[in-house]
């Protein structure tokens, strides 16, 4: 069992940049591949971005790539996404989520994957 709490969104101008966080409460954060998903307003929860259980793969949806980076720090208990060069589009509620796999390659890209999921954190992006 394990616990995700996001934190970071906030409301941004087009072009800014946000930090967001997943920490996962437990001590086997390692054992976790990690993924982020995001639901826009009348739209369904769509993928964002995943890393393997080191963090030496990682795997982006189109719409973001070059634009965001997935990173994590095992020895924390946290999984970070670095959103730049935000657009509208880009307006959601962001949530992580935790896929216990035993593949040291799983970078998992559909919501059925996960195991556990965080609350998530509303990001604003204006004009």
């Known amino acids: 069992q394990v616990g995700l709490v996001e934190s970071g969104g906030g409301l941004v101008q087009a072009g800014g940049s946000l930090r967001l966080s997943c920490v996962a409460s437990g001590r086997t954060f390692s054992v976790y591949a990690m993924g982020w998903f995001r639901q826009a307003p009348g739209k369904e929860r769509e993928f964002v971005a995943a890393?393997?259980?080191?963090?030496?793969?990682?795997y982006y949806a189109d719409p973001v790539k070059g634009r965001f980076t997935i990173s994590r720090d095992n020895a924390k208990n946290t999984v970070y996404l670095q959103v730049n060069s935000l657009k509208l589009e880009d307006t959601a509620i962001y949530y992580c989520?935790?896929?216990?796999?035993?593949?040291?390659?799983?970078?998992?890209?559909?919501?059925?994957?996960?195991?556990?999921w965080g609350q998530g954190t509303q990001v604003t992006v204006s004009s």
């Open positions: 989520a935790a896929d216990r796999t035993e593949l040291s390659v799983s970078v998992p890209r559909t919501e059925a994957a996960y195991d556990y």
């Open positions: 890393i393997t259980k080191s963090g030496s793969i990682r």
